[in-house]
């Protein structure tokens, strides 16, 4: 009776630390691996970084359903504080299934510094990133000036063209590019040539519907419409490798939906080529910049 007392208590630890260990990844804190270069030198390859749901309020899913063409529900704990421009964040990619629309993907997830926040008006002046609505620089100014001694003619057109590919109208760069104004909740816009160019897959988004322009004229479906109100907040985030970073320069709009968290310390990292731990990042602190 006392071995099978014991039994059942060892059942009981092991099920009660897996249970444990779930509540925390989906209410306090999980962890993502870093796997390319987008946001060297503050985080490497091999990288091992704590996600902070406290921070942000943890997302929560109303239905487990999703994928191809079902939009994501879900819900957000009450947070301790905003995201701010310079916090780096995980979020699931605004493009997850990669067809030039925003769609969630569940374990498509990027990290990527902040940039801008909804009501911010953002822009790349000489390859600086700047926030209309925060005085102080955006991400690795190191990287940014190295971008902008690159030579225009040494980077490839893709790579050199940027949200919203529309060069008759804007003829954006990764140099230059903006003002671009990030849309928060409620926000009312006009929907003429331009404003329908920048928003269109977000509306699209919202809606799930398709959004056309002919003639001038601009239909939701097969509505006429010359104005919209935002139903979500969005977010631009940007890789300190300012030279070679697939981010918000290229995928646009990340809905505040799509936030995972706000990363707070680099738990340890290891060499993906050798194995070995990199005991000096073991437990970093990621200083605010």
């Not at 990619?93 to 969630?104: C, L, S, T, V």
């Not at 822009?123 to 926030?131: D, P």
């Not at 003639?215 to 509505?223: E, N, Y």
């Amino acid at each position: 009776m006392r071995i099978f007392k014991i039994i059942l208590w060892s059942i009981g630890i092991g099920w009660g630390l897996i249970i444990s260990m779930y509540l925390c990844r989906i209410f306090i804190c999980d962890q993502f691996v870093i796997p390319t270069y987008s946001m060297t030198p503050t985080l490497i390859p091999g990288d091992y970084v704590l996600v902070n749901k406290i921070l942000f309020g943890a997302r929560i899913y109303e239905d487990l359903k999703f994928g191809k063409d079902i939009p994501m529900k879900s819900w957000r704990m009450p947070k301790l504080r905003p995201i701010h421009p310079n916090d780096i964040v995980i979020f699931n990619a605004p493009h997850g299934y990669d067809r030039g629309k925003i769609e969630f993907k569940l374990n498509y997830v990027y990290c990527k510094r902040c940039w801008g926040t909804p009501g911010d008006s953002i822009s790349i002046q000489h390859s600086l990133y700047k926030n209309s609505n925060f005085p102080h620089p955006i991400g690795d100014t190191v990287q940014q000036k190295t971008l902008e001694l690159l030579p225009d003619s040494s980077i490839p057109k893709g790579v050199m063209r940027v949200f919203p590919y529309n060069d008759k109208l804007f003829g954006w760069t990764i140099k230059n590019m903006g003002k671009l104004y990030i849309p928060r909740v409620n926000d009312r816009i006009l929907i003429d040539k331009y404003n329908y160019a920048l928003y269109k897959p977000i509306i699209e988004y919202e809606t799930q519907q398709s959004l056309s322009m002919e003639d001038g004229v601009v239909r939701l479906g097969k509505s006429p419409i010359n104005n919209y109100t935002f139903k979500e907040n969005y977010y631009y985030f940007c890789g300190d490798n300012a030279p070679d970073s697939k981010d918000s320069r290229y995928l646009g709009f990340v809905p505040e939906s799509f936030i995972i968290g706000i990363v707070t310390r680099i738990s340890y990292s290891k060499d993906r080529y050798s194995g070995e731990i990199r005991w000096d990042r073991v437990w970093k602190n990621i200083k605010p910049l």
